[in-house]
């Protein structure tokens, strides 16, 4: 079946860094496009940085442009969040999603989320 599982999460103090991973199986991973989202309590999940399903392009939520980075290794099936110079503010659940529109409509799978504390 499908899975897609976080792990890397975790409490690290604000200017420190953590990398996200998000191991998939049960579907065809090459073509669909991988985001990795957040929310934080009393908030709504917004998007952070998403990748396509080749990893040729990127887009990434202006509040963490230049402090993270996406990528992907289709050989194993499995996407990445580096995140440097964290904030407080990146305090959230952060969720991996995988994406594809088909003829027959949109696919969407979601992981369960992995916790990310910034604080000192």
């Known amino acids: 079946q499908v899975q897609l599982v976080e792990s890397g999460g975790g409490l690290v103090q604000p200017g420190g860094s953590l990398r996200l991973s998000c191991a998939a199986s049960g579907f065809t991973f090459s073509r669909y496009a991988m985001t990795w989202y957040r929310q934080a309590p009393g908030k709504e999940r917004e998007l952070v940085a998403q990748i396509t399903g080749a990893g040729v392009s990127t887009n990434y939520a202006d509040s963490v442009k230049g402090r993270f980075t996406i990528s992907r290794d289709n050989a194993k099936n499995t996407v990445y969040l580096q995140m440097n110079s964290l904030k407080p503010e990146d305090t959230a659940v952060y969720y991996c999603?995988?994406?594809?529109?088909?003829?027959?409509?949109?696919?969407?799978?979601w992981g369960q989320g992995t916790q990310v504390t910034v604080s000192s």
């Open positions: 999603n995988a994406h594809d529109s088909t003829w027959f409509g949109d696919i969407d799978y």
